[in-house]
C-alpha cells in the first residue's frame, strides 16, 4: 500500500489548501494569477509580479529538480539529525520548499531530479494522521 493510499482517507493537512488528495493521488496546489499568469506556492492574496488579486488554485507537477539544498545536523528534539532540506524547481516556475527522503546527504546534487511524495508527519490532537509532503529521488523517467 502506498503511502497516499494509507494516508488518504481521513488526513489532515499540514497547512489548509497547500494540498490535496484526488482519486489516491496526492497533488501540491498553488496558485495562478488569472492577470498574468504567474504561479506560486503557496498562493498570496496578491500577485508579486502584477499585483492583481484573482489567483486561482494550480495542481504542481509532482516532479522536478533540486534548486539547491542544506544538510541540517542540529534540530529540536522532535526531528531526527541529519535531514536534508531542498529547494525544488518545479515546470509550472515554483521553487517549494521540502525534505528530501530515500537518498544519503552526502548524495544530494544541485539539479538532481525529485519527486513529492506525501506522507503523515504527525498526529493531531483526536489522533487523525497529519500528512505533509517531502521530496524523494526520482526515477529516471
Ligand atoms: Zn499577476
Not at 47 to 55: K, S
Not at 64 to 92: A, I, K, N
Request: net charge negative.
Amino acid at each position: 500500500m502506498s503511502e497516499v493510499e494509507r494516508v488518504s482517507e481521513s488526513y489532515v493537512p499540514f497547512r489548509p489548501g497547500l494540498l490535496r488528495f484526488e482519486g489516491g493521488r496526492g497533488v501540491l496546489v498553488g496558485g495562478r494569477c488569472r492577470s498574468c499568469g504567474a504561479v506560486y506556492f503557496p498562493a498570496p492574496e496578491v500577485c508579486a509580479r502584477c499585483q492583481g488579486q484573482d489567483l486561482e488554485g494550480v495542481d504542481l507537477s509532482g516532479r522536478g529538480t533540486v534548486y539547491t539544498y542544506t544538510v541540517v545536523r542540529q534540530s529540536t528534539p522532535e526531528f531526527r539529525t541529519p535531514y536534508v532540506l531542498v529547494y525544488v524547481d518545479l515546470p509550472e516556475g515554483v521553487r517549494v520548499l521540502g525534505q528530501l527522503v530515500g537518498c544519503e546527504p552526502e548524495a544530494v546534487r544541485v539539479g538532481m531530479p525529485v519527486e513529492v511524495v506525501f506522507e503523515e508527519v504527525a498526529r493531531d490532537p483526536q489522533g487523525r494522521p497529519v500528512v505533509g509532503w517531502r521530496f524523494h529521488p526520482a526515477t529516471e523517467a
